[in-house]
């Protein structure tokens, strides 16, 4: 499935211009109801950080819980190549992913022995990415140096003004 904005880019009062940095939560489509509730209480939480202007933009995306992509495709969807996007940056500035975001590589849709067919991504019910001018800068949650850093952790960083740029 591919991502899908729902919500364009959101100020506080409307005026164009550059942005300091750009906050996305990234929501998993058809969550179950606890789920449903965790990513409204986040959703909340950080319209509530743009319209005090702790939060310069926003933008909400969507994406499926789980994305198969084909070994040898050389053209993922949009989901599968943001997923690349993050494994390079977590991997750079040496974050792990893991338990939050998840791959598999399956046989013909099984996870079994044999050359992978596919690889098999598993989304958070939510995350948030922080953009700069110089790309990614931030990705929540993750493991930064053996510290859980969560989506909360973000939104508490943002509410006290500091920094949450962490790749």
């Known amino acids: 499935m591919a991502t899908n904005a729902v919500d364009g880019p959101e100020t506080e009062d409307g005026a164009e211009g550059d942005p ?10 058809s969550p179950v109801s606890a789920a449903a509730r965790r990513q409204k209480t986040v959703l909340d939480r950080v319209r509530e950080l743009e319209a005090e202007g702790a939060v310069p933009e926003l933008r909400v995306e969507r994406w499926g819980a789980r ?17 690349t996007e993050f494994e390079a940056a977590a991997e750079d ?23 992978a067919t596919e690889r098999i991504i598993i989304f958070p019910v939510v995350s948030l990415t922080v953009r700069d001018d110089d790309g990614l800068a931030g990705l929540y949650p993750c493991w930064n140096d053996g510290v ?5 952790d ?3 960083t943002l509410a006290d003004g500091e920094d949450v740029r962490n790749l």
Not at 20 to 29: I, M, P
Not at 67 to 79: C, I, K, T
Not at 148 to 152: K, L
């Open 67 to 83: 994305v198969s992509v084909p070994a040898e495709d050389a053209h993922p969807d949009d989901a599968a190549a943001l997923f």
């Open 154 to 156: 973000c939104l508490g």
């Open 20 to 29: 300091e940095f750009t906050v996305t939560v990234h929501l998993r489509s």
């Open 93 to 115: 500035a040496g974050l792990r992913l893991t338990p939050f975001f998840e791959t598999r590589e399956s046989v013909g849709g099984l996870l079994s022995s044999g050359p």
């Open 148 to 152: 859980h850093q969560s989506v909360e």
